[in-house]
Nanobody, 123 residues
Framework: VQLQASGGGLVQAGGSLRLSCAAS????????MGWFRQAPGKEREFVAG????????RYTDSVKGRFSIARVNAENTVYLQMNSLKPEDTAVYYC?????????????????WGQGTLVTVSS
């Protein structure tokens, strides 16, 4: 399984970005997917997750109401729509495949990781 994240960039505070994560393989629809981020000098943290069917989503508190995760199983792709971006959202964002059908917040619940895409939010 290979995960390719894209869509990062430089944006002003209050702006929007949409991240994409394209997955290889035939089992994409069998697993939950998650987005994590890692800011300089900080640990990698959970941002959002979506179940294998796409019906259950979860978010870390700091992005609720601003970020939205979605997936298109027919396209083997998961998205992260990020609105009302803040400077504290600046980080490298990673997509990851869960070991199960439900996306949890812990790193060890995920077995495949993308390479990361940098999001920089200027004030």
């Amino acid at each position: 399984v290979q995960l390719q994240a894209s869509g990062g960039g430089l944006v002003q505070a209050g702006g929007s970005l949409r991240l994409s994560c394209a997955a290889s393989g035939r089992t994409f629809s069998s697993y939950a997917m998650g987005w994590f981020r890692q800011a300089p000098g900080k640990e990698r943290e959970f941002v959002a997750g979506i179940s294998s069917s796409g019906t259950i989503t979860r978010y870390t508190d700091s992005v609720k109401g601003r970020f939205s995760i979605a997936r298109v199983n027919a396209e083997n792709t998961v998205y992260l729509q990020m609105n009302s971006l803040k400077p504290e959202d600046t980080a490298v964002y990673y997509c990851a495949r869960s070991r199960t059908v439900v996306a949890g917040p812990r790193l060890n619940e995920y077995d495949y990781w993308g390479q990361g895409t940098l999001v920089t939010v200027s004030s």
